[in-house]
């Protein structure tokens, strides 16, 4: 184990960066969405090792990485709720075939 | 929790219980749509009042994490008045496609709720909850017609989008906090005014974090670049919705952006003031331009709503160069915008009563004749927004557009902007009017019979818009109270 708050940090912003990545280059709305919960995963880390190494953090950044989980788990639910509604009418996940507004 | 905590947070626990209720009184009579129209509107009476009676004493709660103060109650009063006035333009859009109003009704209440925690907050954690309190419904709203191809994709693009945004706000937070070691906005201003004053440095950390912040932020309230979601997600959803989006949340990302930028990062507004004044122009100059191409009002009325965007932060700008008169002028143009906006789609959904009209420009052919009210009433709405006296619109402009010349500098080159395009913005709205008094309909359909609470809810707004215009002091003690409590004469 790393014993430096650098370390976890450029990890976490490697996910981050991952997770932006796939967002901007997947077609596919659940892949899209798993692309968001990897960059809210990669914040929780953030907020953890932020507090494992500062001592005055501590306590608040479980509440806040807690907080950040039931915020995730809430949106995935409303998300995969309409990437099903969609679907039903449409028939594809891939979001460049969602284009009816552009004449 | 004591006593004191619950006085203060009455009206937010108000609209909860009121969320509740509606959905329990369409358990008890489902599909009841005068039942539970009845529960909202009396439930956000209540809530106006409790809002205005807490506003009379300010105070904290929750060890300061949830506070009330005169801008938090000029916030929530407008919150209120959206979901109400949303409320009463829904059944005659919702009943003939068969769409349930109780639901409708309790998600929009629900909105209301994270709406009211963002203006209360005073910790941007209760911030970002209530952010996400408020936006997730919005998702849910945006694909209510789930049986339509078109109400889906607006949906899913602006989940998509809003999400991916949420996250890059959080990841900004987080920043902040591990960097500042607060996330108490009174006190990460104190931490950025240490840094500012010199006795500690701005760590590259804490500058990226301020960057995400403001780029979540951004998304939010769908400035230049970050508007891609607005004219799908306004197009796609059902109208009454999309008069609720293009305010609500709205207002609700100025809310977040008073909050953090006027609040927490007021030291640092020698820096955020360059990327307002960025974005401000941009917003402006390009929601404008693109309205001009469209044929779907609809999607004008979004592009129209992204140049809003714009004039509100040269409010913004001028208040960060040191002119509280801009900050008043944000908040009067927020009210002035609620009323003709919301106007505006009530109009569109009015038509659209009969299922199956599009909201494209044909279908105001010939409307000042066949329905001369709603033709009236559009009239007033499309000039308020284009900025003519004497409606609210002319005021909301005239007072940011002020401030930013009496900031002078840089500024009067945003303020020469704004009214170039408020002048190129007057050609799509009065496109419209040329439609509805000097192009025939191509077939004659009969006038359909509107329902009592959609007159009800026109009349609201336009008597506001014309009120506001004609006499706009009755509105400035209100808003020079509210920015007075966030807003310290800098200059």
Known sequence: MSQSLDAYLVVSGILFAIGTFGFLARRNAISMLMSIELMLNAVNLTIVSFGAFIPALNGTASVIALMVMAVAAAEATVGLAIVMAIYRNRRTPLVDEYDAMRQ | ?491
């Open chain 2, 1 to 491: 929790m004591t006593w004191s905590d619950l006085t203060v947070i009455a009206p937010f626990a108000a609209v909860v219980v009121v969320a509740a209720l509606v959905i329990l009184a369409d358990i008890v009579k489902p599909g009841n749509r005068h039942l539970a129209l009845g529960v909202v509107l009396a439930g956000l009476a209540i809530v106006g009042l409790l809002t205005l009676w807490t506003g009379q004493a300010p105070g904290t709660a929750f060890g300061g994490m949830y506070k009330v103060d005169n801008l938090t109650t000029f916030l929530d009063v407008i919150f209120v008045a959206i979901v109400a006035l949303s409320c009463l333009f829904a059944p005659d859009y919702l009943e003939p496609r068969g769409l349930p109003i109780a639901e409708f009704a309790a998600i929009l209440v629900f909105a209301l709720g994270g709406a009211m925690l963002v203006a209360a907050s005073a910790d941007l954690l209760v911030l970002f909850l209530g952010l996400e309190l408020m936006v997730i419904p919005g998702y849910m709203l945006a694909g209510y017609h789930k049986r339509d191809a078109l109400s889906t994709e607006g949906a899913v693009k602006y989940f998509l989008l809003g999400s991916f945004s949420s996250a890059i706000f959080l990841f900004g937070l987080a920043y902040v906090w591990g960097l500042t070691g607060s996330t108490r906005i009174a006190d990460v201003a104190a931490r950025v005014g240490e840094i500012v004053a010199g006795q500690a440095t701005l760590s590259p950390g804490l500058a990226m974090g301020l960057a995400f912040l403001t780029t979540g932020v951004a998304f939010k309230m769908a400035a230049v670049p970050f508007h891609y979601w607005t004219p799908d997600a306004y197009q796609g959803s059902p109208t009454p919705v999309t008069g609720y989006l293009s305010v609500g949340p709205k207002v609700g990302a100025f809310a977040v952006v008073l909050r953090v930028f006027a609040e927490a990062l007021l030291p640092l507004r020698q820096e955020w003031l360059i990327v307002i004044f960025v974005l401000a122009a941009l917003t402006m100059t390009l929601g404008n331009l693109v309205a001009l191409t469209q044929d779907n009002v609809k999607r004008m009325l979004a592009y129209s709503s992204i140049a809003h965007t714009g004039y509100m932060l040269v409010g913004l700008a001028a208040y960060a160069a040191g002119v509280i008169g801009g900050l008043e002028g944000l908040l009067f143009y927020g009210v002035a915008y609620t009323f003709m906006n919301l106007g505006a789609f009530a109009v569109i959904a009015a038509l659209q009563k009969r299922p199956g009209v599009s909201s494209r420009l044909e279908t105001f052919a010939g409307l000042g004749r066949r329905e001369p009210v709603l033709g009236i009433l559009m009239v007033l709405f499309l000039l308020s927004l284009t900025g003519i006296p004497p409606t609210a619109g002319f005021f909301a402009k005239a007072y940011v557009i002020l401030a930013a010349v009496q900031a002078g500098g840089w500024l009067t080159v945003l303020a020469v902007i704004a009214v170039l395009n408020a002048a190129a913005a007057a050609f799509y709205y009065l496109r419209v009017i040329v439609y509805m008094y000097m192009r025939d309909p191509t077939g004659e359909p009969a006038p359909v019979a509107h329902g009592a609470l959609l007159r009800l809810g026109l009349g609201i707004t336009a008597v506001m818009t014309v009120i506001l215009g004609l006499f706009p002091g009755l509105l400035l003690p209100s808003v020079s109270s509210a920015a007075q409590a966030i807003g310290v004469a800098i200059r």
